[in-house]
């Protein structure tokens, strides 16, 4: 059970899609202060690797929005959870059967759009005198 995980449960029992909580409240659910980096905006983006009340939120199915920093307020919204990836497509190369194989639906979607000319050497920078021009 992580410090975060009250608030967690706490989203998971809302019936509502959208739950606006201060600051404040979130303190009293999770029974401890918010950390100070909490004062920046950054801190309520939703990106999972942000910090561990982020992957909270969002594992209980809930996007922070209209964050509001001098308030103190913020507005948690359902969301509806994405399938999992990668996804299971059935493959056949070579003959062989490749109905296990787990790809994404794009892996190779952009193959055959590029055409790189013999004799070029990609690991040439494509303007030797960037530096020079800065």
Do not use: C
């Amino acid at each position: 059970m992580g410090k975060y995980s009250a608030l967690g449960d706490f989203l998971r029992a809302q019936t509502r899609t959208e739950v606006p909580m201060t600051f404040a409240q979130i303190e009293r659910i999770i029974r401890a202060k918010l950390p100070k980096s909490h004062r920046y905006r950054a801190w309520w983006s939703n990106n999972d690797f942000n910090s561990v009340m982020t992957r909270v939120w969002l594992e209980a199915g809930y996007r922070s929005e209209r964050v509001d920093m001098k308030a103190g307020k913020l507005v948690f919204r359902r969301v509806e959870r994405a399938p999992s990836l990668p996804v299971r497509i059935p493959l056949n190369r070579g003959g062989r059967d490749m109905s296990a194989a787990t790809r994404h639906p794009l892996f190779g979607s952009l193959k055959g759009l590029m055409r790189i000319l013999p004799g070029t050497d990609l690991t040439q920078p494509a303007d030797p005198e960037w530096a020079e021009n800065a």
